[in-house]
């Protein structure tokens, strides 16, 4: 099912539907969504369904507290959205925080799709991208499922590839993450922007 493609309300319908099992023959009660996807009588699949509303529910309210402000000036909101956006990732990917002028969240996309340890990424999509979005900043991210948050040699080096070519069309970035499961690494922080 894809959450991003219902409302709020329906995801909320989704959550509370109720789920009862009234004997080991009788199937659980879910809602119709669930039972269209062949789900009925599968309580631990209805759990891992309500788990992944709750989880959309959580980043749409995530991504709108980072659009009312500037994203780097509430850095758990913008934390919390990457390692709730991450969790569980077998792959990694590159992600593009696109900000307006005053640093609010315009757009996230996931541009870029890799393997379990890399993720090629082509700053001509990224200048590409913050240009279709009249961006004047952007912050990137990625994850590493290996669970080391450190960066390497070549993360360091996009960081200063994408500084370099999109200042020379005005935009600024402003930090790279990168999560490894409950961790979220600022590049910033660490002083390698």
Not at 32 to 54: I, K, S, Y
Not at 68 to 97: I, K, T
Request: net charge negative; glycine share 4%; aromatic share 4%.
């Amino acid at each position: 099912m894809n959450m991003s493609a219902l409302s709020r309300a329906d995801l909320v319908r989704e959550l509370l539907v109720p789920t009862v099992c009234t004997s080991n023959t009788a199937p659980l009660q879910v809602s119709e969504a669930v039972a269209a996807m062949g789900m009925n009588g599968m309580a631990d699949t209805v759990l891992a369904h309500r788990l992944d509303v709750a989880r959309e529910l959580l980043l749409r309210d995530l991504r709108e507290q980072m659009r009312r402000g500037p994203v780097m000036n509430s850095p758990q909101v913008l934390r919390d959205w990457l390692r709730l956006h991450c969790a569980g990732l077998q792959h990694e990917v590159f992600l593009v925080l696109y900000l307006d002028a005053k640093h609010r969240l315009i757009e996230v996309e996931e541009l870029f799709r890799g393997t379990l340890t890399q993720t090629s990424v082509y700053p001509r999509e990224v200048v590409k991208g913050a240009l279709a979005r009249n961006a004047a900043a952007l912050a990137v991210a990625h994850n590493h499922p290996s669970g080391e948050a450190e960066p390497s040699r070549a993360d360091e080096l996009l960081t200063q590839t994408l500084k370099s070519t999109l200042s020379l069309v005005d935009v600024k970035v402003v930090d790279h993450f990168i999560v490894a499961g409950d961790q979220v690494l600022s590049f910033a922080e660490r002083g390698l922007i």
